[in-house]
């Protein structure tokens, strides 16, 4: 039986969006292994938002307790189980081997740019608000609603991903088409950004910069530790392979000007030394607190990574 269309998606106005989510709202309670019907656009919406914040190879089973925060939350939401948004997820990212094809076409759709994903949820938001669902049911779980830029709002964290690089990137990728991995790449990159940056509470951790000062304005950025270059798929979106950097400092550490050391002490090569006790705009430029600032109950990054970047970038290991 046919799913949502991608016209059904590029149609979707805030109005048709309120009517859905009354007849979603209107359904009985559902029973855990009964057939729960079709989904409504705006579900699809929220079911691959949910992706930009949980990776759903990690989501099986019919365990509500075992699945996360925010698929539970979509779940209550649409009146649906868990287990039920959770297989749409997977749906969508076509990895069950009975999904519809036209699913795995609307995320590739919605993650190559396609269709408009941030405006679109942002669409089904304010159809659930038209329709009386607020936000203790439903909040903006992705934060777009206050943020600028739309799209590179919710994608942040793609500057090692640009170009010809993402499509190469993505050209090495068995089992899926190119677009269908540069839809993986740009949700996956997304996701590990937000983790990365939600560790550090959006500050920068050499200088404590607040990025959330102005949103969408990306003054705080997921800078890998290992390269995305040189790590595995697995380690690309490991958030303890990643430390949130203002655009200065994560210059810095990106081409080896500053590096961290086991105990987390902040280290800045000689030439950067040497080039701020001779400019002043380079000294305040690179002022760097004399550890990694890290929120008291955040992980800091993985010391198999921060040694990686102690041997392999960092341009100079005389002491300052």
Known sequence: M???????????????????????????????????????????????????????????????????????????AVVRTSSSVAMKCHNLRGTRAHAGSHEAELYVALGTGDLPFAELYLVALAGARLAGVDETVLPDFLGLADANGGWQALFVGLDELAGEDLEREAAMVEGRTVRQAIADLRVGQARYARQVLARFANRCGFCGLDGSALPGHRLTIA??????????????????????????????????????DADLRIRRAGRLAAAAASDPAAGQAFTVADRLIVPSQAAAPAARYLDWHRTHIWVNHSPD
Not at 16 to 22: D, I, S
Not at 231 to 251: F, K, M, Q, Y
């Open 2 to 76: 046919a799913g949502v269309t991608r016209d059904a998606l590029e149609s979707l106005t805030v109005d048709g969006a309120a009517a859905q989510w009354r007849r979603i709202r209107s359904r009985q309670p559902p029973r855990p292994k009964g057939n729960q019907g079709l989904y409504e656009p705006v579900e699809v919406l929220l079911a691959y938002a949910a992706m930009f914040l949980v990776d759903p190879s990690t989501q099986g089973g019919s365990d509500r307790s075992g699945h996360h925060e925010v698929i539970r939350m979509i779940a209550d």
């Open 223 to 260: 800078s890998h530790v290992k390269p995305w270059r040189d790590s595995t798929s697995r380690e690309r979106l490991d958030p303890a392979n990643g430390v949130a950097a203002c655009p200065t400092h994560d210059i810095g550490f990106d081409t080896g000007l500053l590096t961290i």
